[in-house]
Nanobody
Framework: QVQVVESGGGLVQAGGSLRLSCAASGSIFSINAMRWYRQAPGKQRELVASITSGGITDYADSVKGRFTIARDNAKSSMSLQMNSLKPEDTAVYYC??????????????WGQGTQVTVSS
């Protein structure tokens, strides 16, 4: 069993910053890709940022230059530093891990979601 816990989020004014964290625990052999998604009311869930096991990052165009994803392999965790926040960043943010629970057994685990609200 693998458990995923998210933390961070909250209410911030436009131009402010927030940091989200997400940690996995349990029967983990290794963690491959880590990703952050978000879902605004009435919209589909969208990929915000990703980081590979080798540390290669990628971002949605809408957050490039403002958000930074990072991972700590020793702690099986990742973070999303969000700067210069805009009202359109308001959404529920979800972390997602691709976890190898055994050498040839990979599974996807999601965080419970955390609300980020940016006021104008």
């Amino acid at each position: 069993q693998v458990q995923v816990v998210e933390s961070g989020g909250g209410l911030v004014q436009a131009g402010g910053s927030l940091r989200l964290s997400c940690a996995a625990s349990g029967s983990i052999f290794s963690i491959n890709a880590m990703r952050w998604y978000r879902q605004a009311p009435g919209k589909q869930r969208e990929l915000v940022a990703s980081i590979t096991s080798g540390g290669i990052t990628d971002y949605a165009d809408s957050v490039k230059g403002r958000f930074t994803i990072a991972r700590d392999n020793a702690k099986s965790s990742m973070s999303l530093q969000m700067n210069s926040l805009k009202p359109e960043d308001t959404a529920v943010y979800y972390c997602r891990f691709v976890v190898a629970v055994a050498r040839s057994d990979q599974r996807i685990y999601w965080g419970q979601g955390t609300q980020v609200t940016v006021s104008s």
